[in-house]
């Protein structure tokens, strides 16, 4: 059940489920509130008047607020819960709140979970007896924070308030109380956001006073030699009795790595990176947390973990004793052949030593927090223009979502390895020398290298989807993907791309390059991206069947992930990857999953919106559906090409425009 709120003076208007809380509907809407809690109830600043509808007292209320307050109807909004349409007068705020333009053009409000607050104390005396415990909490509940502490921090209490005079910075995460610093250390307060893919691993240092990212850097995730994607990674925890271990171990010195290489970069110690926020598919996040992930690869594909969850940085040391093999039977003793440099220091990810990690949920088994984070930066299911979206993250799995603050539905689809570079015979990654994009005329090929000047070494995603595109709008493939025989293309095609045609092994082929460097695209390379962009498509598709819409519904269809960023739109179009709409209309969105993240971290409440985004997207699993086989089949073609499109040696246009392009072998 959902109900409308309307908050004045904004007159904005939003829905929102039963049970939500004021506080999360406002910000939800993009209306700030007071707080310094973050909405746990303990700081009293986030009241609100509800004018109209059934908000009840609640105990928090009567702590801050006066009885006569309580009868003109205002309320703590973090503790108000919808039972009803309502009405609800927002006070306009002391001051600007901080914020940061984050992710797709989103705006957040600075409220971190990670807060540093300065205390003076005063000194013990005989005829002030309270204990050092006591004296923190008192002061922290003065300030607003109602926090918990452990055993180790108690431990530190005694040398650090009387080696600092009693003056100390408390460090709180969420509602724990992690650290004591000696003197005001507020100015140094850090966080990190990940994103852990299965190929590459991307970690930003980020301020979280000012919401500046300090340092950011990639690196291949240190699973690699275990795998491209995560079935052999799941396979490797089934068959090696350490690989579970392995794999955790690889993912924790790959993120130990980077954060020696950031902290190096940017000078900031490692002491004072309080929290991370960290996605990643469930399978990555389930070999990080060092969970079996073998329920997710097999039916009923169900993980162990769906939903957000924290624990101590610390606490993500491999450690072989504490697992319980699955197969003992199945499973190999002998050593690795990829033994890991990883010494296993028992810290885990080597932030401050009492640092917190945060996780998003998971829609599913394949739809994981990456893609939780990427809804979240493309504020797809809050958009208040209620326009609909289509998201697809391109990679081995396309991950796609569709919908608007009216409703939204995800899944997933298998598109292989193409888009990688892999099972193509000159594929490669995105990286120095690899052909990322095509440009073919009457005269020749012209390429853009990743390096620029250099000689072009394979081919990668981007530009294997703008070499079939060129090729179909020049005539050299048709649109079942069947590359033209030599024979048929002299006198159709001009010339210079006649000789370009050239057989191998038996297979046609495509000379993309000079004959020194012969990088070719193959029959069968144009056969894999079809599957792979057929699998997307018909995923596509099929979500748009469901909610009943078509292309020309869409407002905009947004590209994520490294390989999303650099396609080119209207290539993609043209192959049928994306459904025809205006290529104004699609646009590469970057790294959404590390948007969402940093935006997760910059913003409790965002991370609570983030939280509950799986309440609102129907999961639809393709396996289970029958149509799905008919509706792929008919997705491997190339989409009927418009007349903007074709290129033909007969149309003086494309000639004018083809001279002026650099023409020849790549060089
Ligand atoms: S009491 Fe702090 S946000 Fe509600």
């Excluded at 992930?561 to 739109?569: C, D, E, K, V």
């Excluded at 590390?594 to 991370?607: H, M, Q, T, V």
Aim: glycine share 10%; charged share 20%.
């Amino acid at each position: 059940m959902k109900y409308e709120i309307r908050f004045l003076p904004s007159e904005i208007t939003t829905r929102a489920p039963e049970g939500t809380t004021i506080f999360n509907a406002a910000n939800w809407a993009g209306l700030a509130i007071d707080s310094t809690c973050g909405g746990r109830g303990t700081c009293g600043k986030c009241k609100v008047r509800v004018e109209q509808g059934n908000a009840p007292v609640r105990e928090a209320d009567r702590k801050f607020l006066s009885p006569g307050e309580l009868n003109d109807g205002w309320r703590l909004s973090c503790r108000a819960v919808l039972h009803s349409d309502c009405v609800v007068d927002i006070p306009r705020l002391m001051g600007n709140p901080k914020a940061a333009l984050l992710g797709y053009g989103h705006h957040v409000i600075l409220n971190p979970n990670v807060a540093k607050i300065y205390l003076e104390l005063s000194e013990p005396n005989l005829e002030d007896q309270v204990s050092d415990l006591a004296r923190i909490h008192a002061a922290l509940d003065k300030e607003g924070y109602d926090v918990r502490s452990n055993l180790t921090l108690w431990r530190s209490l005694p040398n650090i308030l009387r080696g600092s005079n009693f003056q100390v910075t408390a460090v709180i995460v969420g509602d724990e109380l992690i650290a004591l610093e000696p003197g005001d250390t507020r100015e140094k307060n850090y966080g990190i956001a990940v994103d852990v893919g299965t190929t590459s691993v991307v970690c930003a240092i980020v301020n979280l006073n000012t919401g500046a990212v300090e340092a950011v850097k990639s690196d291949l995730n240190r699973q690699a030699p275990f795998g491209a994607d995560v079935i052999s990674r799941v396979s490797h925890t089934m068959f090696e009795k350490e690989g579970l271990v392995e794999l955790q171990a690889r993912i924790v010195e790959t993120l130990n790595a980077l954060l020696e290489q950031l902290t190096a970069q940017s000078g900031i110690a490692r002491e004072n990176i309080y929290e991370a926020v960290i996605v990643g598919n469930a399978t990555m996040l389930h070999l990080l947390l060092g969970i079996d992930p073998e329920p997710i690869s097999v039916a009923p594909f169900i993980p162990t973990i769906t939903q957000p969850v924290t624990f101590r940085a610390a606490d993500l040391t491999p450690d072989a004793s504490s697992r319980t093999p699955r197969h003992p039977s199945t499973m190999r003793d002998d050593a690795s052949p990829h033994p890991s440099p990883y010494q296993g220091e028992g810290q885990g990810v080597r932030l401050n030593p009492e640092a917190r990690v945060s996780t998003l949920p998971h829609l599913g088994a394949y739809v994981g927090a990456d893609i939780v984070a990427g809804i979240l930066a493309t504020d797809l299911t809050r958009n208040k223009d209620g326009k609909l979206r289509l998201l697809i993250d391109v990679g081995t799995n396309g991950e796609i979502v569709l919908g608007s603050v009216n409703g939204t539905l995800a899944t997933a689809a298998p598109a292989g390895p193409a888009f990688e570079g892999a099972q193509i015979k000159n594929g490669m990654r995105a990286s120095a020398g690899a052909i990322e994009g095509v440009t073919i005329t009457p005269q020749g090929v012209s390429l853009q290298i990743i390096g620029g000047d250099v000689e072009p070494l394979g081919i990668a995603g981007s530009g294997l989807v703008d070499a079939v595109a060129e090729m179909y709008r020049a005539g050299i493939v048709d649109a079942s993907g069947r590359m033209i025989r030599v024979e048929d293309a002299r006198g159709k095609l001009p010339d210079a791309l006649v000789e370009r045609l050239v057989t191998i092994d038996g297979v046609r082929a495509f000379r993309l390059t000079d004959v020194e460097s012969n990088i070719v695209l193959t029959q069968q390379d144009i056969r894999a991206l079809q599957f792979a962009k057929g699998s997307i498509a018909a995923g596509v598709e099929v979500l748009m069947q469901q909610m009943g819409v078509t292309a020309n519904d869409l407002h905009e269809v947004l590209l994520a992930g490294s390989f999303g960023s650099y396609i080119n739109p209207a290539s993609a179009r043209t192959i049928g990857l994306v459904p025809w709409v205006p290529v104004e209309k699609i646009i590469a969105v970057g790294n959404s999953a590390g948007e969402g993240a940093k935006i997760a971290l910059l913003s409790f409440r965002e991370r609570e919106a983030a939280n509950r985004i799986p309440e609102f997207i129907e999961y639809v699993e393709l396996s289970g559906r029958g149509e799905f086989n008919d509706i792929f089949t008919d997705a491997l073609a190339f989409p009927k090409l418009t007349n903007d499109e074709r290129r033909t040696t007969e149309e003086p246009r494309v000639m004018e425009i083809a001279s002026s392009v650099v023409v020849g072998p790549s060089s």
